[in-house]
């Protein structure tokens, strides 16, 4: 059974978060975080800089590891196992487009909209322990984001 290994961010901006549209394994277009595999010799943290950086068009800073997400998947026939490890980042500058192969849209969103819009139970944890993050530790995190 094949394992993928896989990196992301939850981007913040004050109490907004950043979202991409793709489409599914299922063919359904879903709101999520941008992610991605590892490059070899890339570490998890590099791997998740680069990603969000390609999905969106954001060069970002990590604030912290957020958690570890498993979960499995079916690729036609095969059985995959994946893990993601997910990050905490703020942006630092618009560097560039989004990954108009790969990504369909990319928005910005409250925490609240965020909640009501993405469809994984993982993502909608991650939502979750962010709230509980910048309620408990952060405060808002300084920045606008250009819209």
């Given at each position: 059974?094949?394992?993928?290994?896989?990196?992301?961010?939850?981007?913040?901006?004050?109490?907004?978060?950043?979202?991409?549209?793709?489409?599914?394994?299922?063919?359904?277009?879903?709101?999520?975080?941008?992610?991605?595999?590892?490059?070899?010799?890339?570490?998890?943290?590099?791997?998740?800089?680069?990603?969000?950086?390609?999905?969106?068009?954001?060069?970002?800073?990590?604030?912290?590891?957020?958690?570890?997400?498993?979960?499995?998947f079916t690729?036609?026939?095969?059985?995959?196992?994946?893990?993601?490890?997910?990050?905490?980042?703020?942006?630092?500058a618009r560097?560039?487009?989004?990954?108009?192969?790969?990504?369909?849209?990319?928005?910005?969103?409250?925490?609240?909209?965020?909640?009501?819009?993405?469809?994984?139970?993982?993502?909608?944890?991650?939502?979750?322990?962010?709230?509980?993050?910048?309620?408990?530790?952060?405060?808002?995190?300084?920045?606008?984001?250009?819209?």
């Open positions: 059974m094949p394992a993928e290994f896989s990196c992301g961010g939850v981007v913040l901006d004050g109490r907004r978060v950043l979202l991409v549209r793709v489409l599914s394994l299922k063919n359904k277009r879903v709101w999520t975080f941008p992610k991605g595999h590892i490059e070899p010799l890339e570490s998890a943290r590099q791997a998740a800089l680069r990603e969000v950086l390609e999905e969106t068009g954001y060069r970002c800073r990590i604030l912290r590891p957020l958690m570890r997400v498993r979960y499995c690729m036609g026939r095969t059985f995959v196992r994946k893990a993601v490890q997910w990050y905490l980042m703020s942006w630092v560097m560039g487009k989004p990954d108009g192969a790969e990504i369909e849209d990319v928005r910005w969103v409250s925490l609240e909209k965020a909640a009501d819009m993405v469809v994984y139970p993982s993502d909608k944890k991650l939502i979750q322990m962010v709230r509980s993050i910048i309620s408990t530790e952060l405060g808002d995190v300084p920045r606008t984001s250009p819209s």
